[in-house]
């Protein structure tokens, strides 16, 4: 069964404390891995697609790599306004229109 | 929201009641899904729809319907409500970019089920 992971659950850290939040996968054949953000409340907000291992994306503080096997979302020097619930999905291969959502990673940024 | 509207944004309803949930979407895009997402299970995929009057079930489709008669809306129908379908309800419209279709979401339904 093609299951989504990410880790940690949950990450505090101090404002410009960077890191990283991790998103590991088990679908062959990814068509698309997707990065969002989640604010209470509301629904999540598309930031990233990545389409092949080796390519990266940035926006911002945040920047976001693949490998064959897991993604990483880098955070660079963050701050409160970065906290959020980041949600990672992928695409299976052609023929299934469906994505699969990992659970999250809820973030939190002290002042 | 990528020109997507969801209502109501709020419904408390009773057991055994239907209950029907509107998506509106101004991009004119072919897909759109409907989640819930609750504590511990992230996002999960309700129905789906791939055109006018095509649809398909998801992962926890029990219990739901949907309809698709034009572009721009989809409707989510619990046929008869219960406790366990309390949730946050999201519809999302699709957007096909190379190989992949990006998903943009609406800001969701919250629904309690007494």
């Known amino acids: 069964e093609d299951q989504v992971t990410q880790s940690p659950e949950a990450l505090r850290l101090q404002e410009g404390e960077s890191s990283s939040l991790n998103c590991s996968y088990t679908?062959?054949?990814?068509?698309?891995l997707f990065w969002y953000r989640q604010d209470p409340g509301k629904g999540p907000e598309f930031l990233f697609t990545?389409?092949?291992a080796g390519e990266e994306k940035e926006k911002e503080r945040l920047k976001a790599t693949l490998t064959k096997k897991e993604s990483f979302l880098h955070i660079t020097a963050p701050k409160p306004e970065d906290s959020a619930t980041y949600l990672c999905?992928?695409?299976?291969?052609?023929?299934?229109?469906?994505?699969?959502f990992g659970k999250g990673t809820r973030l939190h940024i002290l002042p | 929201d990528a020109g997507i509207t969801q209502s109501p944004r709020h419904k408390v309803t009773e057991t055994g009641t239907p209950v029907t949930l509107r998506c509106h979407q101004t991009?004119?895009?072919?897909?759109m899904y409907w989640y819930r997402q609750d504590p511990g299970h992230g996002l999960r995929l309700i129905h789906y729809?791939?055109?006018?009057?095509?649809?398909d079930k998801g992962e926890v489709s029990d219990g739901y319907s949907v309809s698709r008669s034009k572009t721009e809306d989809f409707l989510l129908t619990l046929e008869s409500a219960t406790s366990s379908q309390t949730s946050v309800y999201f519809c999302?419209?699709?957007?096909?970019?190379?190989?992949?279709?990006?998903?943009?979401f609406g800001p969701g339904t919250r629904l309690l089920v007494l």
């Open positions: 990545l389409y092949s």
């Open positions: 999302a419209i699709g957007s096909s970019r190379r190989r992949s279709e990006t998903q943009y």
């Open positions: 729809s791939y055109g006018v009057k095509d649809t």
């Open positions: 999905a992928v695409q299976p291969p052609m023929g299934d229109d469906k994505i699969i």
């Open positions: 991009e004119n895009h072919r897909y």
């Open positions: 679908v062959s054949g990814l068509r698309g």
